[in-house]
């Protein structure tokens, strides 16, 4: 896998988002990944999910765009929940507080969970 290189796959079952995100989130695809995952987003869900196991680096412009996101979902009232977040990734997120203000689970049933 190039490491530079951006994947976001999107699925939708009942009414929640299910988004996972291979590669770096950083100033060069931190838009792209806002974009994608907004545009992925039917008025009619209730949940979004986004799945971080194979996220390799986020910088704060990636944060800034999972924030921007999370802000956009509550202004709607949709549920939002990260997932599977590596170690390295969950520090980051960590140190910038962000876990205080987004819901972070270990697996992808436990997010369901959560939105659902």
């Known amino acids: 896998m190039n490491t530079q290189a951006l994947q976001v ?3 939708r079952d009942n009414n929640i988002l299910t988004v996972t995100v291979t590669g770096r989130i950083d100033g060069l695809t931190a838009n792209e990944f ?5 545009a ?10 986004i799945g971080l196991s194979d996220l390799s680096y986020i910088s704060s412009a ?4 999972i924030l921007m996101i999370a802000k956009t979902l509550g ?3 949709v549920g939002f929940v990260l997932y ?8 980051i ?7 205080r203000i987004i819901d972070i689970v270990s697996d992808q049933s436990e997010a369901l969970a959560k939105v659902t």
């Not at 990636?62 to 765009?65: A, C, F, H, V």
């Not at 599977?84 to 520090?91: A, C, G, M, T």
């Open 84 to 91: 599977s977040v590596p170690d390295s990734i969950l520090e």
């Open 93 to 99: 997120i960590k140190i910038a507080g962000f876990d």
């Open 75 to 77: 202004q709607r009232k």
């Open 62 to 65: 990636g944060l800034r765009s």
């Open 9 to 11: 796959d999107s699925s």
């Open 40 to 49: 992925a987003i039917e008025t009619d869900d209730s949940g979004v999910i």
């Open 34 to 38: 806002e974009s994608n995952v907004t």
